[in-house]
């Protein structure tokens, strides 16, 4: 039997998922470990999982992931769209249901850079008038 592989690359904040999704009987892992072993907080778990959910495809793929950069909820967001971009190679009639969950979207949010003079992003050192 032939296997088809699918590939979707996520990416949030500093963190990039590459993911891939062949049929199989629904194993998770990221990073050669099992996804409650890597992510190891529920929010985390739920969020990288959602579009599986979305898309009822749940149980019916394997995914292999390999995410670095950032931290662990940037790797479970990143994840979350990569995996959204490999269940639309594999079927893309689940598109709008995956658009209309939000899953598809890139989070463009990240970390204000520290500015010269102060403490930080936005923080300033305390003013005194005397």
Do not use: C
């Not at 931290?71 to 658009?99: E, H, Y």
């Not at 969950?101 to 463009?108: I, K, M």
């Amino acid at each position: 039997m032939d296997v088809v592989n699918y590939w979707g690359t996520g990416r949030r904040k500093n963190a990039v998922a590459r993911v891939l999704l062949r049929t199989g009987s629904g194993k998770i892992t990221i990073n050669s470990r099992e996804l409650d072993d890597y992510l190891p907080r529920f929010f985390w778990k739920v969020q990288a999982i959602e579009p599986l959910k979305v898309a009822g495809v749940e149980g019916k793929v394997d995914i292999i992931v390999n995410a670095h950069g950032g931290g662990l909820t940037g790797q479970s967001g990143a994840i979350r769209l990569g995996i959204a971009r490999a269940i639309l190679k594999l079927n893309p009639d689940s598109r709008p249901v995956l658009k209309k969950a939000g899953l598809l979207r890139r989070d463009s949010r990240m970390v204000e850079r520290k500015k010269f003079g102060q403490k930080g992003a936005r923080g300033k050192r305390q003013f005194s008038k005397r």
